[in-house]
């Protein structure tokens, strides 16, 4: 795990952390630009697109009219990739 960490450490600052930055923010916008026009969905967190740094690049939302479940169903016979349950920090939740 140690060289692993070591190896990703050193690709990220090869690719230096402006670079990093402005693909993060890129992604962001991309993703609000998709998701903000779809109606019963709504994004948990800041979704000014003139301030993206306010928010990183991960987005949780709910969508009214189905379960959650259901929704991460849909979306993976559509090839997107979501997490509908709790990650490993269920006690902090």
């Known amino acids: ?3 692993g960490l070591a190896a990703a450490v050193k690709y990220l600052q090869s690719l ?6 402005n693909h993060s923010l ?7 630009d998709k ?3 779809i109606s019963g ?7 000014d ?12 939302f709910t969508f009214e009219t189905m ?15 979501v997490r509908t349950v709790h990650h490993c920090a269920m006690p902090l939740l």
């Open 1 to 3: 795990g140690a060289i």
């Open 16 to 21: 230096g952390i402006k670079t990093l930055q």
């Open 26 to 32: 890129e992604l962001t916008k991309h993703a609000l």
């Open 35 to 37: 998701l903000l026009p």
């Open 41 to 47: 969905l709504k994004i948990i967190g800041p979704i």
């Open 49 to 60: 697109k003139n301030n993206l740094a306010q928010r990183g690049p991960i987005f949780s």
């Open 67 to 81: 379960h959650p479940h259901d929704l991460g169903e849909v979306l993976d016979r559509a090839n997107i990739a």
